[in-house]
């Protein structure tokens, strides 16, 4: 089922949370919802999984609108919401069970379901005890779990892995992905890498605008404009050295990065550039000890889109 | 249908593993009980077999214990941002509403049931009247309807079940008595009208055996109205999420 958002538009009095967002995630494809907090994502979240109803625009689930029939496309959704609401008084199967049971899961399956997510999820040891008595990370499986029971066509997921400790967030992100394969999957996070190690698809918003959509990549290449290679050039002077690489073809620029270790930042035209300057330190005699790629950090991008 | 009953069933799941249902019971049957064999009018000073006393003092009980049942309905729900995770499942504002009110009603008629022994107990001692005996309990059930709904409704415009709870006892206290005593320095229709809103003089009537469609009407018109208040103020989270 795909998700399609039409020019969403949600005011809390005066301040619009979003404003005009128009999306579109395809069948099987993981987007990662980025922005500062207060951004609109939780907002947004809320109005597709139909807890709030947006001012303007629309949203249509598998091609029906969210209008029509919520109960219907509810049924197809799973959500983990922000900060993971549980019903702390209640044993982790008996939750799993009503939460089953409110989806509407034939009553012979409900235990199945449940002993299925609870393996899944990790959740063993832990199946008897209260919510209450369980540490975050138990209850964040508790939340995943709870959004999986009816093996939804769609996962919304607000900041899944908030709170876990590394070794659980990769345990997460390896579910995320292979969930992923078959549902839609739309997760929020601040944190950065997270989404490159997991999303097919970057999103980032800003007061309620969409400022970026696209890969990693993509997204990189545009905050960039050009690739640029930090090289080290040893046994020569940095002058002489600075001056031959920005005689090269295929460099538009070179920039200092250490003079001390003779590091220079080269931006480049094309990929000749790698061959060229090896070309140059052979003729010249130099040493060529380093050269690699460098990449604008996501935090970067992220910084500059949402800064101002 | 089977999602309010879902709903209706673990709410009443968490009243007992709560103990607050046990307490509820235990303290309900305490005072009713005290009050009607060993204190004040008893049966053996009034010398009638009768439940009037009993009803009398039902009447009151109930009035302080529905608000405490359902004060953290909707507040807690709020508070803990579940409500969330419940209304995002394929269910309705209705539904949940509905689910709740049933669980609190069907909580109140076990208690209701578990007076029976006092029933069994005066009709040995004489005659007992039978259309007024069911009559009386139809009217506490009905009373304990029309609070409930009020409670249910405080209970969801805050967060705070303290809150939720003295707002049910100030709205409730209207009805319970302040209505009643407003009519009675008052002459002529408009004292009528202030008259009929009171709670007291439709039980009264009400647990007398005397079954008058108005006083149906008018529990019914107050259950409507507090489930319907609470649905407008659930829906009221599209302008502040």
């Known amino acids: 089922m795909d998700i399609v958002i039409e020019n969403l538009t949600k005011k809390y009095g005066n301040q619009k949370a979003v404003d005009n967002i128009s999306l579109r995630v395809a069948t099987g494809e993981i987007l990662g919802f980025l922005g500062p907090n207060g951004a609109g994502k939780t907002t947004t979240m809320k109005i597709i999984t139909n807890f709030i109803a947006a001012d303007e625009g629309n949203v249509y689930i598998g091609g029906k609108s969210l ?132 999303c097919d698809r970057i999103f980032i918003i800003n007061k309620g605008k969409l400022v970026a959509d696209g890969t990693a990549d993509s997204l990189r290449k545009q905050a960039q404009g050009s690739d640029i290679l930090r090289v080290r050039i040893e046994d020569g002077d940095p002058n002489q050295i600075f001056k031959s690489l920005q005689a ?43 050269m690699t790629p460098f990449e604008t950090k996501l935090e970067d991008i992220f910084r500059e889109l949402t800064m101002n | 249908m089977k999602t309010i009953w879902i709903i209706a069933k673990r709410e009443l799941n968490s009243f007992f593993d709560s103990l607050i249902a046990i307490i509820m019971i235990v303290l309900f049957l305490g005072f009713s009980g005290f009050f009607t064999w060993i204190s004040g009018s008893d049966v053996f000073l009034v010398g009638q077999a009768s439940l009037r006393s009993f009803f009398g003092i039902a009447y009151w009980t109930l009035f ?53 022994p006092y029933v069994i107990t005066i009709s040995g001692i004489g005659n007992l009247d039978a259309g007024g005996t069911i009559c009386g309990y139809l009217a506490l059930l009905l009373i304990s309807a029309a609070y409930a709904s009020i409670g249910i409704f405080t209970s969801s415009i805050t967060t705070n079940q ?12 209207f009805f319970h008595i302040i209505f009643q005593i407003i009519a009675s320095g008052m002459q002529g229709f408009f004292g009528q009208i202030i008259n009929s809103l009171s709670m007291t003089v439709h039980f009264e009537s009400l647990s007398r055996g005397v079954l008058d469609s108005k006083d149906l009407i008018y529990f019914g018109s107050i259950i409507f109205m507090g489930l319907f208040l609470t649905e407008v103020s659930l829906s009221r989270r599209n302008a502040y999420y």
């Open chain 1, 248 to 290: 090269v073809k295929a460099v538009s620029m070179v920039d200092f990065a250490d003079r001390q270790l003779n590091r220079f930042d080269v931006h480049c035209k094309s990929e000749e550039v790698k061959r060229e300057i090896f070309k140059l330190c052979v003729a010249k005699n130099w040493v060529l000890t380093e």
């Open chain 1, 67 to 198: 209008r029509d029939d919520p109960q219907e496309i509810k049924k197809h959704i799973g959500y983990l919401p922000e900060n993971n609401p549980l019903y702390q008084e209640m044993p982790v199967i008996d939750y799993l069970e009503f939460c089953s049971k409110l989806y509407n899961i034939d009553s012979s399956r409900v235990g199945s379901r449940v002993v299925e997510m609870i393996r899944t999820t990790g959740l063993n040891s832990e199946k008897h005890k209260k919510i209450a008595e369980l540490s975050k990370g138990y209850r964040q499986r508790v939340g995943l779990a709870q959004a999986m029971i009816h093996d939804p066509e769609i996962l919304i997921l607000d900041e899944p892995t908030s709170g876990l400790d590394p070794n659980q967030i990769a345990e997460i992100r390896k579910l995320i992905r292979e969930l992923g394969r078959e549902k839609t999957v739309i997760l929020s996070t601040h944190i950065l890498p997270e989404v490159e190690a997991t």
């Open chain 2, 64 to 116: 302080f214990f529905i608000p405490a049942l359902t004060m953290r309905m909707l507040a807690e729900e709020n508070r803990s941002g579940t409500i969330e995770m419940l209304l995002t499942k394929p269910v309705t504002d209705r539904q949940v509403i509905l689910g709740k009110y049933l669980a609190t009603i069907i909580l109140i008629a076990v208690a209701l049931v578990l007076t029976l």
């Open chain 2, 162 to 173: 303290i809150v939720a709870f003295l707002s049910a006892l100030f709205i409730g206290l």
